[in-house]
Structure formats: C-alpha cells, structure tokens
C-alpha cells in the first residue's frame, strides 16, 4: 500500500501487474478491498490501480462538503500521479456514478468503460423496494457487528449466504478492521443522491460495458439497463442470480464477462 497527497488529501492505494491499465472505483461504503479476487484475477495481465477514495478507507476523511465530480477529479489526479494518461475504468455501485462523471469530465483518461451494479441518478433512476439501502448506509455510529451484518445482508442474496455462512462473520471483521467513519459516510451518501448523469449518458463516446446481479437489492438492476439503453456503445450483462456484490457472488462469470470486453477493447 501507498500513499501520496492528491488534491490536498492522503490518498491510499495499490498499483500492481503491468500492462494496459485498469483503474478500479469503490462504492460509497467500501474502500479498495471490496474488489477482493476481480483485483487479483487482473493484475497477472493488467496494470492494476486501485485506491480508497476521500472518505473512505485508509484514506483522509475531511469534514467537508463532497461531490461525485469532486471524486472523479481526484480519481483523475491519482491517474496523473502514478503515469497513467489512459486506462480501462471499473466502477462498482457510487464508484460507478464516479466512473460516469470521470469519462465525462476527462474523457481522454477512458480507454473503455465498465459499469458496476450503478445508476445514472436524478429523477429517472428505479428505486428498489424495502430497507436495504437504509440499514446498509445509515450514516449514524453503528457498532462493526451491526453494520456489518446490515450490509451483508443487504449486499448479497439470501441463499448466497445461506451457502456461505462465512460471509457475515467476514464483513463484520473488516468493519473492525476498517471502522466506517459516520461523518465522511453521510458526505459520501450526500454526494451519491446528488448524482444525476441522465441527460449526459450521450455524450460517453468510450465502449462501454453495463454489468450488474439481477437480485440487486440497493440499486435495481433496471438501472443498468437504463445506462445501456443511453449509451451509445454499451452493452448490457445481467448475472442471475447475484446481488449487488455480483463480483463476488458470482466471480467466474464476472471475470469471464469482464475479460471478454477488456481483450475486445
């Protein structure tokens, strides 16, 4: 792990294989650990970066106002700082919002596109029904054991669990291990809810790549297909079953997919 000031803020990241870059952007309540396997099932043929963003991680957390642009410029900058003028751009859940305002605001740093389990915000995104979003990203104190398990369960299927009891027990240990900060959490979440892309999706000319689990239960899968449906070069995978962490849910056929479009690109 490194760490370089970028935009005023400490940033942490991994820069590992070497090859055509692929630059990889983590969700609201996550940090580069997230991305587990698909990180590493790309580093033997791809240089891979990946980074905790401000707010997030190992990262600095200041006690400001956040945007989504705001953190697809420091992607941008991160980019910069460790010679990457171009690469391959994966963004998962908000990290896929960060990713549609990176290739619009620096279009040039975008060799393809992939888009994770994401919306394009505003006014024209599909809402899911139930709890979910609110017990997985409350902004308030939570203990490791409760948040945890509110985004176990909120990220993956009731059988994937049911099959892999571990898994609750796994998030709860990297909670502690990485406690969320409620304040940055709640800048992060605001930034989120302002995202609104749709009238923009147009103008992403880079082939692009939709990808999501079809039991998603924090952003609906019908979202992908709104982003696939408006941009121009896209085209759309929905995995099944698989929820809103499908790439480690289902990582073969994640892989397999993602694979599949970086070698066409």
Not at 35 to 51: D, H, K, Q
Not at 94 to 111: D, N, S, T
Not at 113 to 139: E, F, K, M, Q, R
Request: proline share 5%; with cysteine.
């Amino acid at each position: 792990m490194e760490r370089a000031p970028i935009n005023g803020i400490e940033t942490a990241y991994d820069l590992r294989g070497a090859g055509t870059p692929i630059v990889m952007i983590h969700g609201a309540q996550g940090d580069q650990t997230m991305f587990g396997g698909l990180a590493s099932a790309f580093a033997g043929e791809f240089r891979v970066l990946t980074f905790d963003q401000r707010g997030s991680g190992l990262s600095d957390k200041p006690d400001v106002d956040y945007s989504i642009a705001m953190l697809a410029d420091d992607t941008a900058a991160l980019m910069d700082h460790v010679g990457i003028s171009a690469a391959h751009i994966i963004g998962v859940s908000m990290g896929g919002a960060i990713a549609q305002e990176l290739v619009l605001r620096h279009p040039a740093k975008a060799r393809s596109l992939i888009l994770g389990c994401t919306t394009p915000g505003g006014s024209h995104a599909i809402a899911v029904g139930g709890g979910a979003l609110d017990a997985a990203y409350s902004t308030r104190p939570m203990s490791a054991d409760e948040r945890g398990r509110a985004l176990a369960e909120a990220v993956f299927t009731k059988s994937y669990l049911a099959q892999h009891p571990e898994i609750v027990p796994a998030m709860i240990a990297a909670r502690r291990d990485r406690p969320i900060d409620s304040v940055a959490l709640a800048h992060r979440m605001k930034a989120m809810f302002a995202h609104d892309t749709f009238e923009r999706l147009g103008q992403i000319e880079c082939p692009t790549l939709v990808i999501t689990g079809k039991d998603d239960a924090l952003i609906a899968w019908e979202n992908s297909r709104l982003l696939a449906e408006h941009i121009a070069q896209a085209e759309l995978v929905v995995l099944e079953p698989a929820g809103h962490c499908f790439w480690l849910e289902r990582p073969d056929e994640s892989v397999a997919a993602i694979a599949r479009f970086l070698h066409a690109h």
